[in-house]
Nanobody, 125 residues
Framework: VQLQASGGGLVQPGGSLTLSCATS????????TGWFRQAPGKDREFVAA????????YYTASVKGRFTVSRDNAKNLMFLQMDDLKSEDTAVYYC???????????????????WGQGTLVTVSS
């Protein structure tokens, strides 16, 4: 399984972007897929996740109400709609997917087996 993130770019504060993550591989059947981000000089952090079968969603507090995670099951795509972007959202964003059930929180990096290459989001005026 390979993941390919896209959609990053430069946007002004208050603006919007939608990130996409395409998957390849015949056996893509995750329990959860997620988005993480890493700002310069900081650790990678959890942003959002979605249960692939139930579509239940999970968000870190700082993006709740501004970001929306979704997926297209038929096309094996996942999305992160980001609205009302702030300068502190500037980071490289990564998509991730697990391959089997693990008794670990959805925000735990160790839960995920597959990672995209990252796409840079810069929020600046």
């Amino acid at each position: 399984v390979q993941l390919q993130a896209s959609g990053g770019g430069l946007v002004q504060p208050g603006g919007s972007l939608t990130l996409s993550c395409a998957t390849s591989g015949d056996t893509f059947r995750p329990f959860f897929t997620g988005w993480f981000r890493q700002a310069p000089g900081k650790d990678r952090e959890f942003v959002a996740a979605i249960n692939w079968s139930t579509t239940s969603t999970y968000y870190t507090a700082s993006v709740k109400g501004r970001f929306t995670v979704s997926r297209d099951n038929a096309k094996n795509l996942m999305f992160l709609q980001m609205d009302d972007l702030k300068s502190e959202d500037t980071a490289v964003y990564y998509c991730a997917a697990d391959s089997e059930f693990k008794p670990r929180p959805v925000g735990d990096i160790g839960r995920y087996d597959y990672w995209g290459q990252g796409t840079l989001v810069t929020v600046s005026s």
